[in-house]
Nanobody, 117 residues
Framework: QVQLVESGGGMVQAGESLTLSCVIS????????MGWYRQAPKKTRELVAQ???????NYVDSVKGRFTISRDNAKNTVTLQMDSLKSEDTAMYYC???????????WGQGTQVTVSS
């Protein structure tokens, strides 16, 4: 069973940075697109960044220019660099393997990001 293990969250002040990491035990990691999602309290989970198997990245408008997604196929790791954080970035962050743009596996435990203004 594929496991998704997120880490790197924390509590920061607005304007600061955090780096999230996700290790995925998918044997065919390099064949898939990968994504970072977030879910704020009382809101639906949203895809904020994705990186394709050919390393093309896309972002939701609210994080463009501030977040950077990357992948390391040798380490089965997806990273989300978050700069200039805002209070509205406060959420639980999750990663997943994407298949036709949708999450493929059961969610991991996530990592909490809290930004105070």
């Amino acid at each position: 069973q594929v496991q998704l293990v997120e880490s790197g969250g924390g509590m920061v002040q607005a304007g600061e940075s955090l780096t999230l990491s996700c290790v995925i035990s998918e044997r065919l990691f390099s064949n898939y697109d990968m994504g970072w999602y977030r879910q704020a309290p009382k809101k639906t989970r949203e895809l904020v960044a994705q990186v394709s198997r050919d390393f093309t990245s896309n972002y939701v408008d609210s994080v463009k220019g501030r977040f950077t997604i990357s992948r390391d196929n040798a380490k089965n790791t997806v990273t989300l660099q978050m700069d200039s954080l805002k209070s509205e970035d406060t959420a639980m962050y999750y990663c997943n393997v994407l298949a036709h743009g949708s999450p493929l596996y059961r969610w991991g435990q996530g990592t909490q990001v809290t930004v105070s203004s």
